[in-house]
């Protein structure tokens, strides 16, 4: 028996198997998900597998770039809002306490 004798033979007992497949009731059948979404391959034409690839891929590398956009501008914000604003709430807090001691020196001294 040469190789295409073999795969004839296979190929009858797929379709035999198939046949069998047949028999059996579909609420009796238990499928995975996976095996599902391989069955539907058979039933959309290749450019419509292809279509959905692209789109799939496509919102894949845009949700990727976004998040990483996104990441970036929140580091690019938050870092320069605490190295332009942090000194200046710092001042403004030693302005008050300078403040506030010197209203408290104040009555302690007209206070006589």
Do not use: C
């Not at 059948?29 to 391989?38: A, D, F, P, S």
């Not at 799939?56 to 332009?84: C, E, G, P, Q």
Request: hydrophobic share 45%.
């Amino acid at each position: 028996m040469n190789y295409s004798e073999e795969s004839m033979d296979m190929s009858s007992a797929m379709i035999e198997d198939v046949d069998d497949l047949d028999l059996i009731p579909d609420d009796e059948l238990e499928e995975t998900y996976l095996e599902r979404i391989v069955g539907l391959k058979e039933m959309f034409p290749r450019p419509v597998r292809t279509g959905g690839a692209f789109v799939v891929n496509s919102t894949k590398s845009s949700s990727i770039w976004l998040y990483h956009f996104i990441k970036s501008a929140v580091w690019i914000t938050t870092t320069s809002a605490i190295i332009l604003a942090l000194p200046l709430a710092i001042e403004m807090s030693q302005i008050q306490a300078a403040d506030e001691m010197k209203k408290v020196r104040q009555e302690k001294l007209f206070a006589k």
